[in-house]
Each structure stands twice: as structure tokens, then as C-alpha cells.
């Protein structure tokens, strides 16, 4: 059973991104504040589950939330900073929209910048600690799977519908044949020595 709450006096949420190491796509990071008395069997870092699983959590939990916001930072954006700054952005994005404003956040991870002078925590592998952080990476997960599915739509031979942009075989031959698309992250070192002349 995961941690309820870090502590049980301030108004918490936990924050947590997805896609940060893909090869295409934005980033997505979500923020959730849960009840203090929230049980499910499922709840659990988004990685421990599977597709079917993460998307019924994703139904429990926003129905349960007291206050959840999912944002995405794009390729481009990703680009034009870098990674790191991207997905601090989009968490930045989601806590700004919960209601009521949390008083402390939990951050999965170990690097953060901090945001609205509200004070925070970061928990190495706390998504598989924290019930509020496991609840954020199944919502950042399962928002940018969806959104991979719509990508994949419009460049099937990228086969996102599996890979969801990471660098699988599949994938990292189809850039090779294709070369990269406008979703593809281009400071990212996508492209083999031999194939850039």
C-alpha cells in the first residue's frame, strides 16, 4: 500500500510527468490533489501497471480527485529549452489550474524549480510512495498515450500507436527510412552519425 499523504496538515498534491525521455511528441505533466481517505487496489506508480489498469485508474481518480490538471509542453518548446525546463513547465501549468491551491507539493524526481512560493518535496521513485504522485503519473501517462494515438493517425510508419515515441527498433528504423517528422524532437539525437552528411 502506498503513503497516503507526506504529511496530514497542509493541503497537498502530487506532481508528476510523462514522455520525458521519448523521441516525439510533447511532454505531459499532471498535478492531483487527493482525499485524505482515498483506497484503491490499484493505485500504484503508472509504470507497475498495465494499459487496461491505467486507464480505469484514470476513471477512479477523476472522479475521486479533489482538484487535478493535466498540461503538455510541446516538441517544439522542448526544443527551443530543453527536457528538463519543459517538464518543470508543465507541472508548473497544471498546479497553477488546481483548486483549491495546494500548499505543498510533491514532486517525483529530484530536480525542481520552485513555483508560487509554494513550498516543496522531491521524492526519488515517489510515484511508487505517494498515493497523490502515483495518481499524477497515471493521468500524465494515460493523457499522452491518448494523444500519441492521434499522432499516430497522421504518421502510422512511426508505429506511435505502440512506442508511444519512444525509441524503440520499430521506431528508431522508421527514422532512419523516413527521416524525422514536425513531432520529432530535434535536439534530441535522433538521427545515426552516418545517415547526417
Known amino acids: 500500500m502506498l503513503l497516503p499523504f507526506y504529511q496530514n496538515k497542509l493541503i497537498e498534491a502530487g ?3 510523462a514522455g520525458r525521455g521519448c523521441f516525439a511528441g ?3 505533466a499532471a498535478a492531483v490533489i487527493l482525499p485524505k481517505k482515498i483506497n484503491h487496489p490499484l493505485l500504484n506508480d503508472s509504470k507497475k501497471l498495465n494499459e487496461k489498469q491505467r486507464n480505469e485508474m484514470r476513471k477512479f481518480i477523476e472522479k475521486e480527485a ?4 493535466v498540461s503538455s509542453i510541446s516538441n517544439e518548446e522542448i526544443d527551443n529549452t530543453n527536457i528538463l525546463k519543459a517538464s518543470i513547465k508543465a507541472m508548473h501549468n497544471s498546479v497553477v ?10 514532486i517525483d524526481g529530484n530536480r525542481f524549480v520552485p513555483f508560487n512560493k509554494i513550498p516543496h518535496r522531491c521524492i526519488i521513485k515517489g510515484d511508487g510512495i505517494y498515493t497523490s504522485i502515483a495518481a499524477a503519473s497515471i493521468l500524465a501517462k494515460t493523457y499522452r498515450d491518448e494523444y500519441m494515438l492521434q499522432l499516430h493517425k497522421e504518421f502510422p510508419y512511426f508505429h506511435w500507436n505502440s512506442n508511444k515515441g519512444y525509441g524503440t527498433e520499430k521506431h528508431r528504423k522508421a527514422i532512419e527510412e523516413f527521416g524525422l517528422c514536425k513531432y520529432h524532437r530535434k535536439s534530441f539525437k535522433l538521427i545515426p552519425e552516418k545517415l547526417i552528411q
Open 15 to 17: 506532481c508528476d510527468e
Open 26 to 28: 510533447p511532454v505531459f
Open 66 to 69: 479533489v482538484s487535478f490538471f
Open 97 to 106: 489550474q488546481l483548486n483549491p491551491q495546494p500548499e505543498l507539493l510533491l
